[in-house]
């Protein structure tokens, strides 16, 4: 079950730990029918600065170096086990995070927004940009990475983490998505289970998105969603551009797919005080493991 609120100061205060130097404990997530899962959660975090960023709470919490507590304290609601920045902050942020969730810390540098990969389970490999032939000019300047993981009792799991190329015209992120299909084309060919995390600045009615599908990928918000799964804004949200999609036999066991439009994620826009932890939504996805 996902760690509360008071279980999290909880477990500080057992410890004999401030807040500020608790760890999280790693457990094994299992549904309420008790079947074991795989929770997986993709978020642009806005550098972490809150938005919006003049808001006065989120100041303060800048001002009082708050922010590492609390966006582990509100991913820890949802007992994660692999989470994925797009929009990094700087890595001793992200790896205050990582440490506080009791979780590996990997960065992916790419070009001007780094991305993150944090996971309790046991991570053999992490590549920055893993293209065929290196990075092509012009592409990535976000970030793209690939991780390989081991769920318990499992065959390994390839995680792919991404950030693509913003704007209207989707000429760039058409070329992205090609260098990609072209980089797994070894994994998808030999069935493995892999998943891609992150900030596709794409809709679900683009070409962009139809590359995807037509690549075998399965967008688990369209599988087992409700809605429509807007992602952006955290205030009132009006473009689905965050995904989790899955392909190999991980597709096959998808039980929860939605944003998590709730809690310190979602803002209120009738109080010009407060702020959501981003700009965005995370896109949580559960699968089962047995």
């Keep these: 079950m996902p760690l509360s609120r008071r279980q999290f100061c909880l477990s500080s205060c057992a410890a004999g730990l401030s807040l500020a130097g608790a760890t999280l404990p790693v457990t094994s997530a299992r549904g309420d029918d008790g079947q074991r899962q795989l929770r997986v959660i993709a978020y642009n975090v806005l550098q972490c600065s809150g938005w919006p960023k003049n808001a006065p709470l989120a100041q303060q919490a800048r001002g009082r170096s708050q ?3 609390r966006y582990a304290l509100e991913l820890a609601l949802y007992d994660p086990d692999i989470v994925t920045f797009s929009e990094s902050p700087g890595p001793e942020l992200t790896r205050e995070i990582a440490r506080l ?9 790419g070009g001007s927004f780094p991305g993150t990969l944090m996971s309790r389970l046991k991570v053999t490999e992490a590549r920055d940009t893993p293209d065929v032939g290196g990075r092509p000019a012009g592409l990535f300047t976000r970030h793209w990475g690939r991780a390989v993981v081991e769920p318990p009792g499992g065959e390994p799991l390839i995680v792919h983490s991404a950030h693509l190329f913003p704007v209207a015209d989707p000429t760039v992120r058409l070329r992205e998505i090609d260098a990609m299909l072209a980089s797994m084309q070894a994994d998808l060919e030999a069935g493995r289970s892999l998943l891609l995390l992150g900030d596709l600045n794409h809709g679900p009615d683009s070409e962009e998105y139809k590359r ?3 690549a075998g990928w399965v967008d688990t918000f369209a599988q087992v ?5 807007l992602t952006f804004l955290s205030d009132v949200p009006e ?8 392909t190999g036999p991980i597709a096959g066991r998808i039980r929860e797919s939605r944003p998590l439009f709730e809690g310190a994620f979602r803002r209120d826009s009738t109080d010009e005080r407060s702020f959501a932890l981003s700009d965005h939504l995370p896109q949580l996805a559960v699968f089962d493991l047995e």
């Design 67 to 69: 922010m590492a507590r």
């Design 101 to 109: 969730l009791g979780m590996e810390h990997h960065r992916f540098e």
């Design 212 to 214: 995807w599908i037509a």
């Design 225 to 229: 969603g409700e809605g429509q799964g």
């Design 239 to 246: 473009y689905r551009i965050d995904y989790v999609l899955a």
